[in-house]
Protein backbone atom coordinates (compact mmCIF):
# COMPACT_ATOMS: atom_id res chain seq x y z
CA UNK A 1 0.00 0.00 0.00
CA UNK A 2 3.09 2.37 0.77
CA UNK A 3 4.22 1.82 -2.29
CA UNK A 4 1.46 2.34 -3.84
CA UNK A 5 0.90 5.88 -2.64
CA UNK A 6 4.57 6.76 -3.31
CA UNK A 7 4.25 6.05 -6.79
CA UNK A 8 0.98 7.96 -7.45
CA UNK A 9 2.80 10.82 -5.53
CA UNK A 10 5.68 10.21 -7.98
CA UNK A 11 3.51 10.31 -11.37
CA UNK A 12 1.56 13.74 -9.39
CA UNK A 13 5.16 15.62 -8.90
CA UNK A 14 6.02 14.04 -12.78
CA UNK A 15 2.97 15.97 -13.80
CA UNK A 16 3.40 19.34 -11.91
CA UNK A 17 7.17 19.42 -13.36
CA UNK A 18 5.43 18.65 -16.43
CA UNK A 19 3.17 21.46 -16.69
CA UNK A 20 5.82 23.85 -15.10
CA UNK A 21 8.90 22.99 -17.67
CA UNK A 22 8.12 21.05 -20.19
CA UNK A 23 6.26 24.38 -22.97
CA UNK A 24 6.29 22.31 -25.87
CA UNK A 25 5.03 24.40 -29.15
CA UNK A 26 1.36 22.48 -28.82
CA UNK A 27 0.82 22.50 -25.06
CA UNK A 28 1.94 25.86 -25.07
CA UNK A 29 -0.22 27.36 -27.83
CA UNK A 30 -3.34 24.95 -26.85
CA UNK A 31 -3.36 25.70 -22.96
CA UNK A 32 -2.22 29.80 -23.28
CA UNK A 33 -3.57 31.23 -26.66
CA UNK A 34 -6.41 28.03 -27.76
CA UNK A 35 -8.27 27.39 -25.01
CA UNK A 36 -9.06 30.68 -23.51
CA UNK A 37 -10.28 31.79 -26.87
CA UNK A 38 -12.50 28.80 -27.41
CA UNK A 39 -14.07 29.10 -24.22
CA UNK A 40 -14.50 33.50 -24.94
CA UNK A 41 -15.97 32.49 -28.04
CA UNK A 42 -17.85 29.47 -26.41
CA UNK A 43 -19.46 31.45 -23.82
CA UNK A 44 -20.82 33.86 -26.12
CA UNK A 45 -22.37 31.10 -28.42
CA UNK A 46 -24.24 29.22 -25.86
CA UNK A 47 -25.85 32.52 -24.25
CA UNK A 48 -27.13 33.61 -27.33
CA UNK A 49 -28.56 29.65 -27.66
CA UNK A 50 -30.72 30.50 -24.08
CA UNK A 51 -31.40 33.85 -25.15
CA UNK A 52 -33.12 32.73 -28.62
CA UNK A 53 -34.50 29.77 -27.03
CA UNK A 54 -36.18 31.74 -24.29
CA UNK A 55 -37.74 34.05 -27.21
CA UNK A 56 -38.66 31.05 -29.61
CA UNK A 57 -41.16 29.85 -26.57
CA UNK A 58 -40.50 26.31 -27.15
CA UNK A 59 -42.34 24.27 -24.94
CA UNK A 60 -40.91 20.48 -25.62
CA UNK A 61 -38.54 18.18 -23.35
CA UNK A 62 -35.64 18.43 -26.10
CA UNK A 63 -35.73 21.58 -26.22
CA UNK A 64 -35.34 21.83 -22.15
CA UNK A 65 -32.48 19.91 -22.25
CA UNK A 66 -30.97 21.33 -25.11
CA UNK A 67 -31.63 24.54 -22.55
CA UNK A 68 -29.80 22.51 -19.91
CA UNK A 69 -27.08 21.59 -22.13
CA UNK A 70 -26.75 24.91 -23.19
CA UNK A 71 -26.25 26.29 -19.45
CA UNK A 72 -23.91 23.29 -18.62
CA UNK A 73 -21.55 24.58 -22.10
CA UNK A 74 -21.34 28.49 -20.51
CA UNK A 75 -20.77 27.26 -17.01
CA UNK A 76 -17.65 25.05 -17.98
CA UNK A 77 -16.49 27.75 -20.55
CA UNK A 78 -16.61 30.31 -18.00
CA UNK A 79 -14.68 28.35 -15.43
CA UNK A 80 -11.83 26.94 -17.80
CA UNK A 81 -10.94 30.48 -19.59
CA UNK A 82 -9.07 31.90 -17.12
CA UNK A 83 -7.47 27.91 -16.18
CA UNK A 84 -5.64 27.75 -19.91
CA UNK A 85 -2.11 29.92 -19.19
CA UNK A 86 -1.76 28.07 -15.76
CA UNK A 87 -1.91 25.01 -18.08
CA UNK A 88 -4.24 23.22 -15.18
CA UNK A 89 -6.51 20.07 -17.06
CA UNK A 90 -10.01 20.51 -18.46
CA UNK A 91 -12.80 18.35 -15.73
CA UNK A 92 -15.05 16.44 -17.44
CA UNK A 93 -18.58 18.30 -16.97
CA UNK A 94 -21.11 14.85 -16.40
CA UNK A 95 -24.28 17.64 -16.78
CA UNK A 96 -22.70 18.05 -21.10
CA UNK A 97 -22.64 14.33 -21.62
CA UNK A 98 -25.45 13.45 -19.19
CA UNK A 99 -27.98 15.97 -21.18
CA UNK A 100 -26.85 14.64 -24.48
CA UNK A 101 -27.40 10.99 -23.30
CA UNK A 102 -30.61 12.38 -22.57
CA UNK A 103 -31.75 14.19 -25.02
CA UNK A 104 -30.72 11.23 -27.35
CA UNK A 105 -33.33 9.16 -25.68
CA UNK A 106 -36.13 11.39 -25.84
CA UNK A 107 -35.80 12.04 -28.64
CA UNK A 108 -35.48 8.53 -29.98
CA UNK A 109 -38.20 7.42 -28.09
CA UNK A 110 -40.02 10.98 -29.11
CA UNK A 111 -39.32 9.55 -32.96
CA UNK A 112 -40.44 5.97 -32.40
CA UNK A 113 -44.08 6.96 -31.23
CA UNK A 114 -43.90 9.25 -34.12
CA UNK A 115 -46.39 12.14 -31.31
CA UNK A 116 -46.13 15.34 -32.07
CA UNK A 117 -43.14 17.13 -33.13
CA UNK A 118 -43.26 19.70 -30.07
CA UNK A 119 -45.92 19.03 -27.40
CA UNK A 120 -46.30 16.34 -24.97
CA UNK A 121 -49.68 16.75 -23.45
CA UNK A 122 -48.76 14.80 -20.47
CA UNK A 123 -45.33 16.44 -20.15
CA UNK A 124 -46.28 19.70 -20.97
CA UNK A 125 -47.97 20.51 -17.20
CA UNK A 126 -46.70 17.77 -15.49
CA UNK A 127 -43.52 18.08 -13.15
CA UNK A 128 -42.15 14.64 -13.54
CA UNK A 129 -40.53 16.15 -16.72
CA UNK A 130 -38.39 17.75 -14.24
CA UNK A 131 -37.08 14.63 -12.72
CA UNK A 132 -34.51 14.11 -15.31
CA UNK A 133 -33.11 17.27 -15.38
CA UNK A 134 -32.74 17.23 -11.15
CA UNK A 135 -30.63 13.75 -11.25
CA UNK A 136 -28.60 15.83 -14.02
CA UNK A 137 -27.90 18.49 -11.62
CA UNK A 138 -27.27 16.69 -8.89
CA UNK A 139 -25.12 13.98 -10.48
CA UNK A 140 -22.99 17.01 -11.99
CA UNK A 141 -22.66 18.06 -8.45
CA UNK A 142 -21.99 15.08 -6.79
CA UNK A 143 -19.28 13.61 -9.07
CA UNK A 144 -17.35 17.03 -8.89
CA UNK A 145 -17.13 17.32 -5.17
CA UNK A 146 -14.36 15.05 -4.56
CA UNK A 147 -11.91 16.98 -6.56
CA UNK A 148 -11.95 20.03 -4.30
CA UNK A 149 -9.87 17.57 -1.35
CA UNK A 150 -7.64 15.48 -3.63
CA UNK A 151 -4.95 18.43 -3.45
CA UNK A 152 -3.52 20.32 -0.32
CA UNK A 153 -1.17 23.31 -0.57
CA UNK A 154 2.66 22.56 1.38
CA UNK A 155 4.04 25.21 3.67
CA UNK A 156 6.68 26.26 0.75
CA UNK A 157 3.81 26.78 -1.28
CA UNK A 158 3.77 23.41 -3.57
CA UNK A 159 0.63 21.84 -4.32
CA UNK A 160 0.64 18.09 -3.73
CA UNK A 161 -1.59 14.95 -2.98
CA UNK A 162 -3.62 14.93 0.28
CA UNK A 163 -4.27 11.99 2.20
CA UNK A 164 -7.48 11.70 0.65
CA UNK A 165 -6.10 11.97 -2.70
CA UNK A 166 -3.66 9.36 -2.06
CA UNK A 167 -6.41 6.86 -0.41
CA UNK A 168 -7.47 3.89 -2.55
CA UNK A 169 -10.72 5.02 -2.23
CA UNK A 170 -10.54 7.98 -4.10
CA UNK A 171 -8.42 5.33 -7.10
CA UNK A 172 -11.79 3.60 -6.87
CA UNK A 173 -14.04 6.94 -6.83
CA UNK A 174 -11.91 7.85 -10.27
CA UNK A 175 -12.67 4.39 -12.00
CA UNK A 176 -16.51 4.47 -11.24
CA UNK A 177 -16.55 8.51 -12.21
CA UNK A 178 -14.54 7.53 -15.35
CA UNK A 179 -17.26 4.71 -16.41
CA UNK A 180 -20.28 6.15 -15.41
CA UNK A 181 -19.62 9.52 -16.61
CA UNK A 182 -17.34 9.04 -19.92
CA UNK A 183 -17.78 5.29 -20.94
CA UNK A 184 -21.44 4.20 -20.29
CA UNK A 185 -23.05 7.44 -21.23
CA UNK A 186 -20.71 7.99 -24.49
CA UNK A 187 -21.66 4.39 -25.71
CA UNK A 188 -25.03 5.01 -24.62
CA UNK A 189 -25.20 8.16 -27.17
CA UNK A 190 -23.97 5.81 -29.92
CA UNK A 191 -26.33 3.44 -29.58
CA UNK A 192 -29.14 5.38 -28.99
CA UNK A 193 -28.53 7.69 -32.05
CA UNK A 194 -27.89 4.84 -34.13
CA UNK A 195 -31.77 3.65 -33.71
CA UNK A 196 -32.54 7.31 -34.13
CA UNK A 197 -30.55 7.31 -37.49
CA UNK A 198 -32.57 4.01 -38.55
CA UNK A 199 -35.58 5.90 -37.49
CA UNK A 200 -34.72 9.17 -39.32
CA UNK A 201 -33.79 7.25 -43.06
CA UNK A 202 -37.45 5.21 -42.55
CA UNK A 203 -39.30 8.57 -42.21
CA UNK A 204 -37.25 10.63 -44.74
CA UNK A 205 -38.53 7.58 -46.97
CA UNK A 206 -41.77 8.86 -46.06
CA UNK A 207 -41.25 12.72 -46.34
CA UNK A 208 -42.55 13.49 -50.07
CA UNK A 209 -46.19 13.01 -48.48
CA UNK A 210 -45.91 14.09 -45.13
CA UNK A 211 -46.69 16.75 -43.52
CA UNK A 212 -44.46 19.57 -42.51
CA UNK A 213 -44.61 18.74 -38.90
CA UNK A 214 -43.03 15.34 -40.20
CA UNK A 215 -40.20 17.22 -41.85
CA UNK A 216 -39.67 19.56 -38.86
CA UNK A 217 -39.14 16.51 -36.33
CA UNK A 218 -37.00 14.67 -39.11
CA UNK A 219 -34.42 17.86 -39.03
CA UNK A 220 -34.63 18.58 -35.07
CA UNK A 221 -33.46 14.87 -35.11
CA UNK A 222 -31.03 14.92 -37.85
CA UNK A 223 -29.62 18.15 -36.02
CA UNK A 224 -29.38 16.03 -32.78
CA UNK A 225 -27.74 13.21 -34.48
CA UNK A 226 -25.04 15.70 -35.97
CA UNK A 227 -24.71 17.34 -32.78
CA UNK A 228 -23.90 13.31 -30.98
CA UNK A 229 -21.93 12.80 -33.35
CA UNK A 230 -19.68 15.90 -32.67
CA UNK A 231 -19.73 15.40 -28.77
CA UNK A 232 -18.99 11.43 -29.02
CA UNK A 233 -15.81 12.24 -32.09
CA UNK A 234 -14.06 15.02 -29.37
CA UNK A 235 -15.10 13.09 -26.02
CA UNK A 236 -13.60 9.52 -27.36
CA UNK A 237 -10.11 9.94 -26.98
CA UNK A 238 -9.99 11.86 -23.66
CA UNK A 239 -10.50 8.97 -21.17
CA UNK A 240 -7.23 7.07 -22.64
CA UNK A 241 -5.49 9.98 -21.25
CA UNK A 242 -6.10 9.43 -17.75
CA UNK A 243 -3.00 8.41 -15.60
CA UNK A 244 -4.23 4.56 -14.74
CA UNK A 245 -5.08 3.92 -18.38
CA UNK A 246 -2.56 5.44 -20.32
CA UNK A 247 0.31 3.93 -17.93
CA UNK A 248 -1.45 0.52 -18.72
CA UNK A 249 -0.70 1.26 -22.82
CA UNK A 250 2.27 3.13 -22.30
CA UNK A 251 4.21 2.27 -19.22
CA UNK A 252 4.12 3.91 -16.12
CA UNK A 253 7.60 5.09 -17.08
CA UNK A 254 5.35 7.29 -19.74
CA UNK A 255 2.53 8.96 -17.45
CA UNK A 256 2.82 12.39 -17.21
CA UNK A 257 5.33 13.07 -19.96
CA UNK A 258 5.30 15.41 -22.76
CA UNK A 259 3.92 13.19 -24.93
CA UNK A 260 0.90 12.61 -22.76
CA UNK A 261 0.19 16.36 -22.01
CA UNK A 262 0.61 16.88 -25.46
CA UNK A 263 -2.48 14.26 -25.91
CA UNK A 264 -3.67 15.69 -22.77
CA UNK A 265 -3.76 18.76 -24.11
CA UNK A 266 -4.87 18.42 -27.66
CA UNK A 267 -8.42 16.22 -26.29
CA UNK A 268 -8.89 19.17 -23.64
CA UNK A 269 -9.31 21.39 -26.65
CA UNK A 270 -11.56 18.84 -28.38
CA UNK A 271 -14.04 18.70 -26.05
CA UNK A 272 -13.93 22.77 -25.47
CA UNK A 273 -14.68 22.48 -29.04
CA UNK A 274 -17.76 20.06 -28.77
CA UNK A 275 -19.02 22.89 -26.21
CA UNK A 276 -18.71 25.64 -28.47
CA UNK A 277 -20.48 24.27 -32.36
CA UNK A 278 -24.26 23.67 -31.03
CA UNK A 279 -25.00 26.92 -32.25
CA UNK A 280 -23.82 25.96 -35.73
CA UNK A 281 -26.16 22.97 -35.85
CA UNK A 282 -28.99 25.13 -34.28
CA UNK A 283 -28.56 27.43 -37.47
CA UNK A 284 -28.62 25.03 -39.42
CA UNK A 285 -31.39 22.73 -38.92
CA UNK A 286 -33.85 24.62 -36.94
CA UNK A 287 -35.58 27.09 -38.88
CA UNK A 288 -37.30 29.44 -35.64
CA UNK A 289 -33.80 29.56 -34.24
CA UNK A 290 -32.70 31.35 -37.51
CA UNK A 291 -35.29 33.76 -37.91
CA UNK A 292 -35.16 34.44 -33.60
CA UNK A 293 -31.49 35.29 -33.91
CA UNK A 294 -32.05 37.29 -37.35
CA UNK A 295 -35.23 39.16 -35.84
CA UNK A 296 -32.58 39.92 -33.05
CA UNK A 297 -29.79 41.10 -35.28
CA UNK A 298 -31.97 43.40 -37.25
CA UNK A 299 -33.88 44.77 -34.24
CA UNK A 300 -30.16 45.81 -32.70
CA UNK A 301 -28.89 47.01 -35.89
CA UNK A 302 -32.22 49.45 -36.42
CA UNK A 303 -31.80 50.16 -32.74
CA UNK A 304 -27.93 51.78 -33.43
CA UNK A 305 -28.70 53.20 -37.00
CA UNK A 306 -31.72 55.13 -34.91
CA UNK A 307 -29.46 56.14 -32.37
CA UNK A 308 -26.40 57.26 -34.33
CA UNK A 309 -28.92 59.50 -36.44
CA UNK A 310 -30.46 61.12 -32.90
CA UNK A 311 -27.04 61.70 -32.23
CA UNK A 312 -26.05 63.38 -34.97
Given at each position: ????????????????????????????????????????????????????????????????????????????????????????????????????????????????????????????????????????????????????????LCDDGSI?????????????????????????????????????????????????????????????????????????????????????????????????????????????????????????????????????????????????????????
Amino acid sequence: MANGKQQLQQQFTRFRATSRTSFCRVTYIGYVWVQPAVCLVGAVLNALNLIVFRRCVLKSQTFNYLAVLAVCDLMSLLFLAPLGPFRCLTVTDPGGILTTAAVSIERCHHVSRRSHAFNHPFLENNPIQYLPLAFIASASIAMNIPFFFNTTLCDDGSITLSAFGQAPGYTVFLWIRLITIKFVPLLLVVIVNSILIVLIIRSNLKSQTSSEVERTKIRISAMLVSISAVYVSCHVMEPFTYSAIYGVINGADQVHNEAHMTLMAITNILELFSMTCNFVFYCIFYKPFQATLGHMFKRCSSQTSTNGLGEA
